[in-house]
């Protein structure tokens, strides 16, 4: 028999909803030295081996309503209905799918190295997104159920790069070594149109917009991966454009991620010339790395009070220091800034990096379809008073656990 419970919230109605995080925990396999790198170089080889042919993903999803992508450059907001239909979203014209007098969700995806070329997109199915362990549901359901609006930020053109680091460059600058280059499903990389302004700006825009046509309405910003820095940078631009409520204003870090700065591999000199560095404090200097730009950057929302909360489930990719900083997140949670979760991913496989890491975005989207857990842990269904009180508290192994009849 499989069991599947999601932070104390069932996913079978016959099962009781808990007080408390639940989840099978396993005993965390011990290598040290040598043998963790080895480990995480063979893992890692074989997630990206298995990311470029495209064996992490059970169908296409390039859905009609994409304006150009994926033969052309495409990319910016797109507002979602029921079963997955979209509009794309422009300042001052109206959208079907957007509504003024709603609150906002806007999820932004982070590296997407050969998606272009398999003409995929993330969406808000779960089975689309993550067909091994995702279940076949419309994430984005429950939300509009509850009044909200939901939308994506797509940059995967942008972040369609081999290279990691040079997607997560184009967060800051548009002046790095690959600049604004984009991918097409030819696989080939082009330049001709794209913008003179870094990702965080071009969300920052966006997002600016969003809050001047919805004035008082909760903006709730998820970002996964390298989606985190990138919500982080823009909510940062969007307040040096505008000046929303603060209390209005909720940032999701999903399974974050930053490149850890190395010489020579990843030096993240383009940081000299980053969009963002007029709002930094002076203490950054200029051997400020990603992570120390975003901490940065998110104590200063925090002390405008603007809420954190923060969900791991693969720390193997995300928190390994031989090629994360996981700073931010531990600096965030340590001054009592924001709400930090561990998800339970014993669902996957071990060594299946990137099952897991997928784990994040789509539990913490699944969960506003439960009540908040009465243990205090954060949820996407908790109040926005719920968070404020969980701020500074870590909650470990709930999530997506699978348990199966065999005696053990």
Known sequence: MTLLMLAGWPLSPSVPALDKPVGRTLAPRKLSGLGVTAAFATAARSYLRDRGRGRFRGRRHASSSFEGFPTSLDFGLYFFGRGGVCQKYVDGRDNAHFSPNNDTLVYVHGWEVGRVSQIYRETFNWKNNEPRCGLDLDLAGPWLDRGWNVAIFYWDMFSDEPWLPDAEAKIWTASGSRRMRYRLASGDFQERGSPSQSASVLLGKC???????????????????????????????????????????????????????????????????????????????????????????????????????????????????????????????????????????????????????????????????????????????????????????????????RQSGRGK
């Not at 940081?271 to 998110?298: F, K």
Request: proline share 8%; charged share 20%; hydrophobic share 40%.
């Open 207 to 401: 997002l600016t917009g969003l809050v001047r046509a919805a004035p008082g309405k909760r903006l709730r910003l998820a970002g996964h991966s390298l989606g985190s820095p990138l919500v982080i940078a823009a909510a940062s631009n969007m307040f040096s454009r505008c000046a929303p409520n603060p209390a209005t204003i909720r940032l999701v870090l999903l399974d974050p991620y930053w490149s850890r700065r190395v010489r020579v591999l990843n030096p993240q000199d383009y940081l000299e010339s980053v969009d963002t560095l007029s709002q930094m404090p002076r203490s950054s200097g200029r051997n400020a790395t990603t992570a120390d730009l975003s901490l940065s950057l998110a104590l200063m929302l925090a002390r405008k009070r603007v809420l954190f909360e923060i969900y791991y489930s693969c720390p193997a990719m995300t928190q390994m220091p031989i090629v994360a900083d996981s700073k931010p997140a531990e600096e965030l949670a340590r001054r009592e800034f924001a709400a930090l979760v561990n998800y339970d991913a014993s669902c996957c496989d071990p060594w299946d990096f990137q099952a897991q890491h997928l784990l994040a975005p789509n539990l913490y989207l699944h969960s506003m379809r439960y009540p908040a857990p009465g243990c205090g842990a954060p949820s996407a269904s908790a109040s926005d008073e719920a968070l404020a009180n969980a701020l500074g508290k870590r909650w470990h192994r709930p999530g997506l656990a």
